[in-house]
């Protein structure tokens, strides 16, 4: 413990490079002005940044990272509760009752709570994260190809199994990763596969390329093709930001439970921070003295489905620097930005890079503090923001993305595969197909292809060897499980509406 106080104590230190703190500071701020503009988010915000990672360091590309990480998971909850216009997919929850609570009077206490508990899950995740990324550091050491391969299988049939939307879209969409991440050299062989004689694409299609147009280019074009209208809004005096002792004291226990939540949860592959909120939001509901008060404006509500969004951000670093392997597409943007740093994440990164790795952990700290010192005081700036209109950011948006890409190769094509990409992924999120199984799918091809190859040699065929290490069946058999109960709920949901549809004709009911 003496030790792991000494190396958090020597991240601190690093802060006392000014260009830490500045990073820091930008992060939170660029992180809480994309998460209150509806459309934005994280992924395009760190998707235009990724070409600029290579002039930051590795270190200052995860402080800038993490900073707009944490900044948008909470930045969402300020147009939730003062709009009821969601800012991420993961405040969904958080208006229902925060909404509520602004009609009657109360935003000011609704954003205060929801800051609070976001700090204190913040700080509870980064706690996990000092303690658990070195122990699973360890454990990671003795995995082998069989539970690599398994740990990749189990993130990619989870994020289909889980995702909102179609599962057979994201089944497709993994599939379309998994084929464009083929291209290039045989890892094995050393032979080309599918470059149709371009050397151009000997090493592959630039993931920098593909994901700025996915998601920065595609979320561009998809915001300019929206309606836009100002939302009148009256944000809080800072006279009305104090919550009640009866509040506080329903909001407090709602926010450790949701921390809890959160964090387990977000360790698990999959959108994490959606599942994280909804079960937090039914777990109050169900503790709750009084369950008739949620959705008409219970702090409850508000506390613990935002702690467990907060909570769940800082976890997703625990795979991703102790595995190497990123359960979430914002986490397979931390990994490339680190990759095109020269720093490859996995079992020895605790051990191999201690200064960076303390360096993140005190900037995680740090950001989660400037968030509730920023944020509070500066709800009416951010709130005044939503006049702008977004489709006036889009040109900026794409002008900075093919500046990035061109910038990281000095490669035309890699312009052309981002622009081809996010036309693509326009027309495909247009179509209800989501992007993020395709980003992980693509970022773990290359773990899966070897971990696949290794694990068949080593096993000449007999599955005796895969069923005889431990591990790998529990991750295997959690993953049936996981799919089992989420067929078995889409019948039983498909039942339900079946049995509460009217009496109808045979031919009405195919006509329908």
Known sequence: MGEMFDNLGAGFAAFADPTYLVLAVVGVVLGTLVGVLPGIGPIGAMSVLLGMT??????????????????????????????????????????????????????????????????????????????????????????????Y?????????????????????????????????????DPAA???????????????????????????????????GRRWRPEPVRAPKLRELLPSRRESREAAPAALRGSVIGFLLGLVPGPAAVLSTFTSYVAERKLAKRPETFGKGAVQGVAGPEAANNAAAGAAFVPLLALGIPFAPTMALVLAALLLNGIVP?????????????TVIAAMYIANLMLLVLNLPLVGLFTRL??????????????????????????????????????????????GFGMAPFVLAVVLQPTLEVSLRQTLAYSAGDPGYVLGRPV?????????????????????????????????????????
């Open 54 to 147: 290579t002039q930051l360091g590795p270190a200052g590309s995860l402080i800038l990272f993490a900073g707009i990480y944490f900044g948008s998971t909470y930045g969402g909850s300020t147009t939730s509760i003062l709009l009821n216009v969601p800012g991420e997919a993961s405040s969904v929850v958080t208006a229902l009752d925060g909404h509520q609570l602004t009609k009657r009077g109360r935003a000011g206490p609704a954003l205060t709570i929801a800051a609070v508990s976001s700090f204190v899950a913040g700080t509870m995740a980064i706690v996990g994260l000092m303690l658990f990324a070195p122990w699973l550091s360890e454990v990671a050491v003795e995995l082998g190809p069989p539970e």
């Open 149 to 185: 391969l398994a740990l990749c299988v189990a993130g990619l049939v989870l994020l289909a199994a889980l995702s909102t939307g179609s599962t057979a879209k994201s089944v497709v969409m993994i599939c379309a990763g998994l084929a464009v991440g083929t291209v290039g050299i």
């Open 190 to 224: 050393g032979d080309l596969r599918f470059t149709m004689g371009s050397s151009t694409l000997a090493e592959g299609f630039s993931f920098i390329a593909l994901i700025m147009g996915v998601f920065g280019v595609a979320e561009a074009l998809t915001v300019a």
């Open 346 to 358: 996995g079992p020895t990164f605790v051990n191999d890079q201690p200064e960076l790795f303390w």
């Open 386 to 431: 939503l006049s702008v209109p977004p489709q006036a950011l889009m040109p900026f948006v794409i002008g900075l993305c093919v500046v990035g890409v061109y910038a990281e190769s000095n490669s035309m094509f890699d312009v052309v595969v981002m622009l081809v990409a996010g036309l693509l992924g326009f027309l495909l999120r247009r179509s």
């Open 472 to 512: 790998t069946v529990v991750i295997l058999g959690l993953v049936l499980l996981v799919v089992v109960v989420a067929a078995w709920r889409a019948v039983f949901a498909q039942r339900s509406r079946t049995a509460h549809l009217p009496n109808e004709t045979p031919g009405a009911r195919l006509r329908r």
